[in-house]
């Protein structure tokens, strides 16, 4: 059967920039999706997808006018209820065969076959396939409930009485195959081949569409519009550095891929335009100018080839006059404004000292049951100086206790009311102003991170102090409330806490144990359940867990080494990499078997310490194994006290032979008790030797 190809656009009013991708690859991969499911696409099919601040679409090649015919089976009832018993057809049959179409001559041609415990009556019949218009306007149907709508709402149609709810008013609909108009509708429209271009500078209006494949070259051409949403983000960037490049000296626009896709929403023909502000605002700290011009004016500031802000920025205009110069002298009229508030806020903030602000959070509530920021800060202050103490001295427990005391004053200042996301930066351009020590006020800004995901560590000894104690109070605090996540939900970002303190802890090889420092926060939640910390333990473990299989370890290598829940977490990189140089030696398998076997004999047994008495060593097997225990096991234990846990484990894998004669021809429950207690406290001498770097057990198969 011959296949065009397939254009189908929905025209309609501004959609949410920040949602525009989303909509525009969610109703383009459900078309597609729907065809597929009716036969009038294949899997040869390719698919691209559309989306302006005014369309989406989708192009689909290789669709078929009508989909291929089908055979079906249907099962009708059991033959005890279709055939009387001289075998011809009851009335259930034939009313049956009536609602199919199929009239009684049809109950000769039945099939019978078995059907679970009885036999029943299947009719055989062909199921034409859906026409093009047909499975469209299922498809379409389909393709429009299913959109991820961030807010719905809901207008009025054409003849004053009927209404549709919408992300957005529709005004036409496209449906081409190949050069053919399909009838369908949607949303109140039906469907033609025309649609409108840009609002101001198309060349024809409505644009008309000769056929499918004209789509993209026809809006660009008569109607001054890039369709393509990555097409356009393209010519975006390659607009931004034609700029910047003109401006000269190392410019560069900044790097933001959220305000990239934002600004690809809004506009329908980018024209990029170099505008400029008053260099004596650049006293302000840049990430105030760079916010405010990110967030409120869409546009992208111009640092140089040190990342220093210049007074230069760029704007994605969506129009492209002869003389652009009222467009720039527009737009930097609107800017100087936003500016001048910004340098407002940070001279008015800067006349007082964080400290004479601190008084200020016992205003500020922080959890209706965990009390105010100030009392949180008197909490994390405590902390800090203890951790700081364990860590160092009581110079950098001072400096992390200064550092804390102010971590929250930027919360109080006027920037920081009108831009959140600068807390902690503002706090450290405010504590150098007040001519804090540089780390005081590096901590005040680093006791934040890491952020997200692959953000950075707090730079300094006592920043990571501090976002420690800060961190630690939180999940501390939360969780003897009873505030824990669940499932996807975690608004207090729990698990993000977590995962900071895991990578502080391990990647700044910190001599600190997890355990120690969970019981000092609690201690300062005198209210926590009881098992409170072993939930909270528990939770940061997944949070250690998931974070290495990130990192490319086995689910069996990082169970190895959790398993016995390693206190010191900069240790763990080096008990994983020794797990794996031991998982790699030919006797690995069968000390990995034996351990389990071991564990599992320990786990029955009564009691069992260890403890050998050479006089019960009866068998030559339990002789030779204890014999090499004497041997081995101090020297694995020594390469394990100098921190060389490969070598101890593979020190451990001469092991092999004994074990496995120990088990061959030693029976370890024997009647004698003194002689079965003495063959467990071998094994229990074994299991502390083998295990200390991970559990083997683990890795056995």
Not at 173 to 193: D, E
Request: aromatic share 4%.
């Amino acid at each position: 059967m011959s296949t065009q190809n397939l254009l189908v656009e929905l025209f309609v009013e501004e959609l949410p920039p920040k949602a525009l991708k989303k909509l525009g690859e969610a109703f383009a991969g459900a078309l597609l999706e729907q065809l597929k499911s009716q036969g009038l696409a294949t899997a040869g099919s390719s698919l691209t997808a559309y989306a302006s601040p005014r369309r989406l679409a989708a192009h689909i090649t290789g669709v078929s006018a009508r989909a291929a015919d089908k055979a079906v089976s249907q099962k009708l009832m059991p033959v005890s209820v279709g055939l009387d018993a001289s075998g011809n057809p009851t009335p259930a049959l034939l009313k049956k065969l009536q609602a199919l179409g199929a009239d009684a001559s049809a109950a000769a041609g039945l099939k019978r076959a078995i059907d679970g415990k009885a036999e029943a009556l299947f009719y055989d019949s062909t199921a034409r396939g859906a026409t093009l218009a047909e499975g469209l306007q299922k498809a379409l149907d389909e393709a429009i409930a299913r959109l991820p709508i961030p807010k719905v709402m809901t207008y009025q149609l054409a003849d004053g009485w009927s209404d549709v709810k919408f992300v957005r008013p529709a005004h036409s609909l496209v449906a081409l195959h190949g050069a053919q108009v399909i009838p369908v509708q949607a949303l109140g429209l039906q469907s033609g081949n025309t649609t409108r271009g840009h609002r101001f500078e198309a060349s024809v209006d409505p644009v008309r569409l000769p056929d499918a494949d004209s789509y993209a070259a026809a809006l660009e051409q008569d109607g001054a519009v890039i369709a393509s949403f990555e097409a356009r983000r393209a010519e975006i960037v390659r607009q931004l550095a034609q700029a910047a490049a003109k401006v000269g000296g190392g410019a560069r626009p900044i790097e933001d891929a959220a305000l990239l896709d934002e600004v690809t929403g809004l506009v329908e023909r980018p024209n990029v335009l170099t505008c400029q502000f008053e260099s004596e605002f650049l006293q302000v700290p840049q990430e105030c100018l760079i916010l405010t011009m990110k967030a409120n004016q869409k546009y992208f500031p111009l640092l140089d080839a040190q990342g220093k802000l210049t007074n230069r920025f760029l704007v994605v205009s969506n129009i492209r006059p002869d003389d652009a110069s009222a467009v720039i002298q527009g737009n930097e009229r609107v800017v100087r404004p936003r500016l001048a508030d910004a340098k407002f806020f940070s001279d008015q903030d800067r006349k007082k000292t964080l400290e004479s602000r601190v008084p200020q959070l016992a205003k500020v509530v922080y959890h209706n049951k965990l009390g105010t920021q100030g009392e949180r800060t008197e909490r994390v202050r405590a902390l800090a100086r203890v951790i700081g103490a364990q860590l160092g001295s009581d110079a950098l427990a001072g400096r992390a206790d200064q550092a804390a005391m102010l971590t929250k004053a930027d919360l109080v200042t006027d920037m920081v009311g009108e831009f959140p996301e600068l807390q902690g930066t503002m706090g450290r351009y405010y504590a150098l102003n007040d001519k804090l020590p540089g780390d005081v006020a590096d901590a005040i800004e680093d006791h934040y991170k890491p952020r997200f995901a692959g953000d950075e560590l707090p730079r300094g000894d006592a920043g990571v102090v501090v976002a420690l104690a800060d961190k630690l109070e939180t999940l501390a605090g939360l969780f003897s409330i009873g505030q824990l996540p669940t499932g996807d939900r975690d608004p207090f970002a729990l698990r993000r806490h977590a995962l900071g303190v895991v990578r502080m802890l391990m990647e700044k090889d910190l001599p600190l144990s997890l355990d120690t420092l969970i019981a000092q926060a609690l201690a300062l939640f005198p209210g926590a359940a009881a098992n409170t910390a072993s939930l909270l333990s528990a939770f940061i473990a997944d949070r250690l867990s998931g974070l290495l299989r990130e990192q490319g370890y086995s689910a069996q290598e990082v169970d190895a080494v959790i398993a016995l829940g390693p206190q010191r977490l900069g240790d763990i990189p080096k008990r994983l990499a020794a797990v794996r140089a031991f998982a790699a030696l030919p006797e690995a398998p069968a000390l990995a078997a034996a351990n389990k076997r071991i564990s599992n004999i320990l786990k029955k047994a009564d009691k069992a310490d260890a403890h050998v008495s050479d006089a019960l060593l009866r068998e030559p097997a339990e002789q030779a194994l204890h014999a090499a225990m004497k041997d081995i096991a101090p020297r694995a234990a020594a390469q394990f006290d100098a921190g060389d846990y490969t070598a101890s484990l593979q020190t451990l894998a001469a092991l092999r032979a004994p074990v496995d004669a120990f088990f061959d021809g030693v029976m370890v429950n024997a009647e004698e008790p003194d002689l079965r207690l003495n063959r467990l406290g071998l094994l229990a001498t074994l299991h502390q030797a083998m295990n200390r770097v991970a559990d083997l057990s683990r890795l056995a198969v």
